[in-house]
C-alpha cells in the first residue's frame, strides 16, 4: 500500500524537527497535498494528528531529560486562542500574499541570527529554572498572542514564533527552548485535533502510518539533539526557517 511510505516520511520529518522545537505540519501537509492528492481540509486534519502523536512522544523523551521548562511552556500557550481569532479578522483587512511574504522576509533575518550567532554558553541545558520575572512573563504573553496571530494569518504553526521568543527575548538555550516547545505544541495539538476528528478530517489509513513514523522519529530527533552542540541546532532551526520564508515568499509571488 502506498500509504505505508508514510511511516519513512512521519520518521524523517519528526527526526528533524523535534531536534528543534518544531512540529512539521508546514512540510507535512504540502506533501500530503501534492504527493498524495489530499484535500487540504484531510491533509490538515492528517497532519495534526500525526503531529500530536509526535509531540507527545517528544515530550516525554525531554521530560525524561529534563530539558522542558513547564512554566514558559504553559504561558507562551495561554492567549493562542484568541491571537488567532485577531489573525484571521486581520486577514479580511490585508490580503493574505502580503502578510505572508512581510513574515516571509522576517524569518530569513531571524534565521541568519540563529545561524550565524556565537554560542556563548558552556552548559547544555541552562534556563531550565527560568524565573517568572514581569519581563518574562511579559515576553511569554505577547509571544503567545504573536503565535496565535501568525496561526490565524498564515495558517502555519506558532513553534516558529515560540521558538524565536526563547530564544532571543529569554536568552534560553535550544536545547532547553526544544523541549518546552514541543510540551506547548503537545497541549495545544490534542485540542486541535478534536474539532478536525468530528469533523471526518482524519482518515485513519494515512494518519495512523504517519503517526507511527511520527512516534519513532520524534524518539530520535530528541536523543540527537541531546548530544548535537548548541550552534549544529541553531544552524538546522535556522535553515527550517528559511525553508518556511520561501514557502511565504512563494504565497506572495503565485498569488500575485
Same mark, same amino acid.
Given at each position: 500500500?502506498? %500509504?505505508?511510505?508514510?511511516?519513512?516520511?512521519?520518521?524523517?520529518?519528526?527526526?528533524?524537527?523535534?531536534?528543534?522545537?518544531?512540529?512539521? #505540519?508546514?512540510?507535512?501537509?504540502?506533501?500530503?497535498?501534492?504527493?498524495?492528492?489530499?484535500?487540504?481540509?484531510?491533509?490538515?486534519?492528517?497532519?495534526?494528528?500525526?503531529?500530536?502523536?509526535?509531540?507527545?512522544?517528544?515530550?516525554?523523551?525531554?521530560?525524561?531529560?529534563?530539558?522542558?521548562?513547564?512554566?514558559?511552556?504553559?504561558?507562551?500557550?495561554?492567549?493562542?486562542?484568541?491571537?488567532?481569532?485577531?489573525?484571521? +479578522?486581520?486577514?479580511?483587512?490585508?490580503?493574505?500574499?502580503?502578510?505572508?511574504?512581510?513574515?516571509?522576509?522576517?524569518?530569513?533575518?531571524?534565521?541568519?541570527?540563529?545561524?550565524?550567532?556565537?554560542?556563548?554558553?558552556?552548559?547544555? +541545558?541552562? /534556563?531550565?529554572?527560568?524565573?517568572?520575572?514581569?519581563?518574562?512573563?511579559?515576553?511569554?504573553?505577547? #509571544?503567545?498572542?504573536?503565535?496565535?496571530?501568525?496561526?490565524?494569518?498564515?495558517?502555519?504553526?506558532?513553534?516558529?514564533?515560540? %521558538?524565536?521568543?526563547?530564544?532571543?527575548?529569554? #536568552?534560553?538555550?535550544?536545547?532547553?527552548?526544544?523541549?518546552?516547545?514541543?510540551?506547548?505544541?503537545?497541549?495545544?495539538?490534542?485540542?486541535?485535533?478534536?474539532?478536525?476528528?468530528?469533523?471526518? /478530517?482524519?482518515?485513519? %489509513?494515512?494518519?495512523?502510518?504517519?503517526?507511527?513514523?511520527?512516534?519513532?522519529?520524534?524518539?530520535?530527533?530528541?536523543?540527537?539533539?541531546?548530544?548535537?552542540?548548541?550552534?549544529?541546532?541553531?544552524?538546522?532551526?535556522?535553515?527550517?526557517?528559511?525553508?518556511?520564508?520561501?514557502?511565504?515568499?512563494?504565497?506572495?509571488?503565485?498569488?500575485?
Amino acid at each position: 500500500m502506498i %500509504e505505508l511510505t508514510l511511516i519513512p516520511l512521519g520518521f524523517l520529518i519528526a527526526t528533524v524537527y523535534s531536534m528543534v522545537g518544531l512540529a512539521g #505540519g508546514t512540510f507535512m501537509v504540502p506533501v500530503l497535498v501534492l504527493a498524495f492528492g489530499l484535500p487540504m481540509q484531510k491533509a490538515v486534519g492528517v497532519s495534526l494528528f500525526a503531529i500530536m502523536f509526535m509531540t507527545i512522544s517528544a515530550t516525554t523523551a525531554y521530560a525524561i531529560q529534563k530539558r522542558i521548562n513547564y512554566k514558559v511552556g504553559l504561558l507562551l500557550d495561554t492567549l493562542d486562542v484568541p491571537g488567532a481569532v485577531l489573525g484571521a +479578522y486581520i486577514t479580511t483587512l490585508i490580503a493574505s500574499r502580503w502578510l505572508g511574504g512581510l513574515f516571509g522576509g522576517l524569518l530569513f533575518v531571524i534565521a541568519a541570527y540563529m545561524i550565524w550567532k556565537k554560542n556563548s554558553q558552556a552548559r547544555a +541545558y541552562p /534556563n531550565h529554572k527560568l524565573g517568572l520575572s514581569t519581563r518574562v512573563v511579559s515576553c511569554c504573553i505577547l #509571544g503567545s498572542l504573536a503565535s496565535g496571530v501568525v496561526s490565524g494569518m498564515l495558517g502555519i504553526g506558532g513553534g516558529v514564533i515560540d %521558538e524565536t521568543v526563547m530564544i532571543l527575548l529569554l #536568552g534560553m538555550s535550544i536545547h532547553m527552548s526544544a523541549g518546552t516547545a514541543m510540551f506547548g505544541m503537545a497541549i495545544t495539538t490534542i485540542a486541535a485535533v478534536i474539532p478536525h476528528w468530528l469533523l471526518g /478530517n482524519i482518515l485513519p %489509513e494515512y494518519a495512523i502510518p504517519l503517526a507511527i513514523g511520527c512516534i519513532f522519529g520524534a524518539q530520535l530527533g530528541s536523543h540527537l539533539s541531546k548530544r548535537a552542540r548548541a550552534s549544529t541546532l541553531r544552524k538546522i532551526l535556522g535553515a527550517i526557517f528559511i525553508i518556511i520564508g520561501i514557502r511565504m515568499l512563494l504565497m506572495l509571488y503565485f498569488a500575485a
